[in-house]
C-alpha cells in the first residue's frame, strides 16, 4: 500500500455481542474490500469491550487507516432537517434550542450530535442530519469500544447515503437459525426532498436495497474481495461495517469528526504523522515547489490558482520544518492530479477568447477572432468614440496569462489586439 492510498476500517457489533469489520481501500471513485472480521463475544470474557481490540490485527489495520465503529440496528435515533448554510458552531447553536422537538425524550437524557449531509447553493439551505440516543445508550458504547482507537463512533444510519445513493436496509435483529426469513429490519430510502426517511421493511427481497436480497452489498463501485463468495446472510452481517468505512474515506471526514458524536481523547489513534527523514521532506517540497511553478501560469483558472498557493504554502512551511502530516500529503498528491488532469494542457481557442471577452471594458465588442500558434489577433469596436484604446493595452498588460509585449493598433474603423500566449515551461514534479 502506498503512501498516498486511502483505507478506512468500518467496525460493528450488536445488542448479541456479535462483531463484524471490514477494511476497505479507495483508488478513484472505485473501493475493494481488503479483509474482513467477525468474532462472537462472551459476556463472561469481556464481551464486546474484550473482542472488538483484537479486530485490528486480524483486519490488518494499518497506523494510517481511518477507524470508524458503531453499534448496529437503530438505537440511535435520526432526523433530517433543512436548515440555512451557516457554520457548524451556528448550527450547534440554535440545535440546542430546538432539540427537544425532534425527539420525544426529555433534551436532558439525551447524547446527541449532528451531521451536514448536504448543502443546497441554489436553495440556500443545508441538510442536516440530527442523530441522538439515550445518555445510557451512549454510555454502552463507550464501554463496549473500551481500549480499542477509533476516529468516529457513529450508527451506520448517520451515514448510510454517505456514498451508495439508493434505499439502505439496516438489520434490527436475527433468529437463531440466521435464516433470512428471519431477519427483521428497516429501510431508509431519502423522499423528494432529499430528506432520509424510515420504514419498517416488509420486503426483504428487495432488489433496490443495499443490505439485503440475494446480493446484499451489491454497488456498483464496491468490488467485494473476500467477501463475494459469502452466502448471502453472511454478506448481509457485513453490509453496515461496510458503511461506516466508506464514511471512513470521505473527503469532508475532518468536518464530521467536529460536529458528530465527539470520542474521549483516550480513544483516539496517537499516529506518527511526523516524516523525521531529509528525503522525506525534500520529496514534498520540490512537489509543492512544482505546484507553486505551476500556478503562476494558470490565468484562466484564478480561483483554482489562489486555492492551489495557499494548500501548498502551508505545507512548504512544515516541509522545511520536516513536520509533514500524512494528512496532508495526501492532499498534496490530490492537488498534483488536479493540476496533471486539469491544468496541464495547451491553451485552446475557447480559453483564450474566453479570457479576453472577460476582460473587455462594456464599451468594446469583438468582431473578429483569430488564435494561430501562441498568437490571438482580435478585432474591436467601441460603442463610445471617447474611448481610448490604451485602455486596452494597460488591461490586458496585466493578464498573466498573456506576455507583456500587448500591441494595439486603431484605424478608421476597427482596433487590431494582438495578444501573445505564454509559452508554459515543463515543470518537473517529483513523483
Avoid at 463501485?221 to 452466502?231: A, T
Wanted: glycine content about 6%; hydrophobic content about 40%; some cysteine.
Amino acid at each position: 500500500m502506498g503512501l498516498f492510498n486511502k483505507r478506512a476500517a468500518g467496525l460493528c457489533w450488536n445488542t448479541k455481542g456479535e462483531c463484524f469489520g471490514v477494511v476497505i481501500a479507495k483508488k478513484g471513485n472505485n473501493y475493494s474490500v481488503v479483509s474482513h472480521w467477525s468474532e462472537k463475544s462472551s459476556s463472561s470474557a469481556g464481551g464486546v469491550a474484550a473482542t472488538l481490540p483484537s479486530s485490528t490485527a486480524a483486519l490488518g489495520v494499518k497506523e494510517e487507516d481511518i477507524v470508524v465503529a458503531g453499534e448496529m440496528g437503530i438505537r440511535c435515533s435520526f432526523v433530517d432537517v433543512k436548515m440555512p448554510p451557516i457554520t457548524p458552531k451556528e448550527m450547534r447553536q440554535s440545535l440546542t434550542y430546538s432539540i427537544g422537538s425532534y425527539f420525544p425524550v426529555n433534551p436532558d437524557n439525551l447524547h446527541w450530535s449532528f451531521k451536514i449531509s448536504n448543502k443546497n447553493v441554489e436553495e440556500n439551505k443545508s441538510t442536516v442530519r440530527v442523530m441522538a440516543m439515550k445518555n445510557t445508550y451512549w454510555d454502552d458504547w463507550i464501554d463496549a469500544v473500551g481500549s480499542m482507537k477509533v476516529d468516529q463512533l457513529l450508527p451506520p444510519v448517520a451515514v448510510v447515503d454517505t456514498v451508495i445513493d439508493t434505499p439502505i436496509f439496516i438489520l434490527s435483529k436475527t433468529d437463531s437459525s440466521g435464516t433470512e426469513e428471519g431477519r427483521k429490519g428497516f429501510v431508509l430510502a431519502k423522499d423528494e426532498e432529499g430528506l432520509l426517511k424510515v420504514a419498517p421493511s416488509l420486503d426483504i427481497h428487495s432488489e433496490d436495497c443495499f443490505g439485503i436480497g440475494e446480493d446484499p452489498l451489491y454497488f456498483e463501485n464496491l468490488d467485494l474481495g473476500p467477501i463475494e463468495n459469502l452466502k448471502e446472510s453472511t454478506q448481509q452481517n457485513f453490509s453496515q461495517a461496510i458503511l461506516l468505512a466508506l464514511h471512513g474515506l470521505e473527503t469532508n471526514l475532518k468536518q464530521d469528526k467536529e460536529t458528530t458524536f465527539q470520542i474521549p481523547k483516550s480513544m483516539a489513534p496517537k499516529r506518527n504523522v511526523l516524516t523525521s527523514t531529509i528525503c522525506s521532506a525534500l520529496a514534498v517540497y520540490l512537489l509543492a515547489l512544482g505546484i507553486f511553478q505551476v500556478s503562476r501560469y494558470i490565468g484562466t483558472r484564478k480561483k483554482e490558482a489562489n486555492s492551489i498557493k495557499s494548500a501548498t504554502a502551508k505545507i512548504l512551511d512544515d516541509a522545511k520544518k520536516k513536520t509533514i502530516d500524512l494528512k496532508k500529503l495526501e492532499e498534496l498528491q490530490e492537488i498534483r492530479t488536479e493540476i496533471e488532469d486539469k491544468l496541464f494542457r495547451p491553451a485552446s481557442p475557447k480559453d483564450v477568447l474566453s479570457l479576453i471577452t472577460a476582460n473587455l471594458p462594456d464599451e468594446y465588442y469583438l468582431t473578429s477572432f483569430q488564435f494561430r500558434g501562441d498568437k490571438a489577433t482580435c478585432k474591436v469596436k467601441t460603442s463610445d468614440p471617447a474611448a481610448s484604446p490604451s485602455q486596452l493595452f494597460n488591461i490586458f498588460k496585466k493578464v498573466d496569462f498573456f506576455e507583456d509585449d500587448v500591441q494595439v493598433d486603431q484605424n478608421s474603423r476597427d482596433i487590431t489586439l494582438v495578444l501573445n500566449v505564454l509559452k508554459k515551461p515543463v515543470v518537473e514534479v517529483t513523483p
